[in-house]
């Protein structure tokens, strides 16, 4: 099946750093990524969608300059926290759909981001 | 806007018993999909289902998709130890909305 590679897998930075996450389809053209965020025992909650070559669709509630988004090609999405704080201490996970243009294309993951901010 | 109920939060099995997750929306859908999380590790997609009605089956696990396309079901016989993790379902709500929404999850542990 298709894989998505997702770095780091875990970041410890102090407060009021920036810290870069990469999520990379490896074997396949991705024009949507799915940037989601999961507490310890909690679904996932989605914060934006990622398009290839446009902005960025946040989710409500979702600061879209604190968690900046840049999807410059069709295999690589990227998530910046930036001036990171204690409460943004979480797991992220990037997904990305399968080729095709249907609605019920499934999802794949990365292996998620555990961010842990000092 | 759309919500993706699941039941129970947590399930405790007895290694070699069957058991049943739920899940249930608020609006229909036009496809359900299934996820399983092992304790720590990431989403790993099981299984779709589209029609109104559908049934599938992977080996112990068998899948159904309501007939008014809102709830499903997951169903698991003979419990293994492998089967340890969170269950989630998702499904987008609209026919044009590529956005899952997922549920809480069912979290399975197995003892011995």
């Known amino acids: ?118 | 806007g759309q919500q993706v109920m699941q039941i129970p939060q947590y399930q405790h099995v007895q290694e070699g018993e069957d058991f049943t997750t739920y899940c249930n929306s608020s609006t229909t859908l036009s496809n359900i999909q299934w996820y399983k999380q092992r304790p720590g590790g990431h989403p790993v997609f099981l299984i779709q289902l589209v029609k109104s009605g559908e049934v599938k089956k992977q080996k112990r696990l068998t899948f159904q998709f309501g007939e008014a396309k809102k709830n499903s079901s997951l169903h698991i016989t003979a419990t293994q130890t492998t089967d340890v993790g969170t269950y989630f379902c998702a499904g987008p709500p609209g026919d044009n909305d590529y956005k899952l929404s997922f549920g809480a999850g069912t979290t399975v542990t197995v003892r011995a």
């Open chain 1, 1 to 118: 099946g298709a894989v998505v590679s997702q770095h780091p897998s875990r970041v410890i930075c102090k407060s009021g750093t920036s810290v870069k996450i990469e999520c990379r389809s490896l074997d396949f053209q991705a024009t949507t990524m799915f940037w989601y965020r999961q507490f310890p025992k909690q679904s996932l909650m989605l914060m934006a969608t990622s398009n290839e070559g446009s902005k960025a669709t946040y989710e409500q509630g979702v600061e879209k300059d604190k968690f900046l988004i840049n999807h410059a090609s069709l295999t690589l999405s990227t998530l910046t926290v930036t001036s990171a704080h204690p409460e943004d201490s979480s797991f992220y996970i990037c997904s990305a759909r399968g080729q095709g243009t249907a609605t019920n294309e499934k999802l794949f993951f990365g292996s998620g981001t555990q961010l842990s901010v000092l």
